[in-house]
């Protein structure tokens, strides 16, 4: 079983930045692709970032790229995310996602099998 707690969401101005942290509780991190994912009130949850279990390649949605950053550190158990340049379209529930499967798992939300309980990120214009 895999436990995902995710950390540093928070109100903050566009244009500026936050740093999401999610730590994973499990003996081997480094086996497991990541992702992050957002839910808006009233829409479906959507992919954001992906990374691989090395962490060698990343993957993002056409609305982030250039502003957002996937990385991982497979000696701390965590994976980040790090946004700039922040939107009012930003604002949503932050989820990271987790499976074991295979080295990297995609964009859709059905191919994780492990989820933290979400970080709120709002921007205000």
């Known amino acids: 079983q895999v436990q995902l707690v995710e950390s540093g969401g928070g109100l903050v101005q566009a244009g500026g930045s936050l740093r999401l942290s999610c730590v994973a509780s499990?003996?081997?991190?480094?086996?497991?692709?990541l992702g992050w994912f957002r839910q808006a009130p009233g829409k479906e949850r959507e992919f954001v970032a992906a990374?691989?279990?090395?962490?060698?390649?990343?993957y993002y949605s056409d609305s982030v790229k250039g502003r957002f950053t996937i990385s991982r550190d497979n000696a701390k158990n965590t994976v980040y995310l790090q946004m700039n340049s922040l939107k009012p379209e930003d604002t949503a529930l932050y989820y990271c996602?987790?499976?074991?499967?295979?080295?990297?798992?995609?964009?859709?939300?059905?191919?994780?099998?492990?989820w933290g309980q979400g970080t709120q990120v709002t921007v205000s214009s």
């Open positions: 996602a987790a499976d074991g499967t295979t080295s990297y798992r995609g964009t859709e939300v059905g191919r994780y099998d492990y």
């Open positions: 990374t691989t279990r090395s962490g060698g390649n990343t």
């Open positions: 499990v003996g081997t991190f480094s086996m497991y692709a």
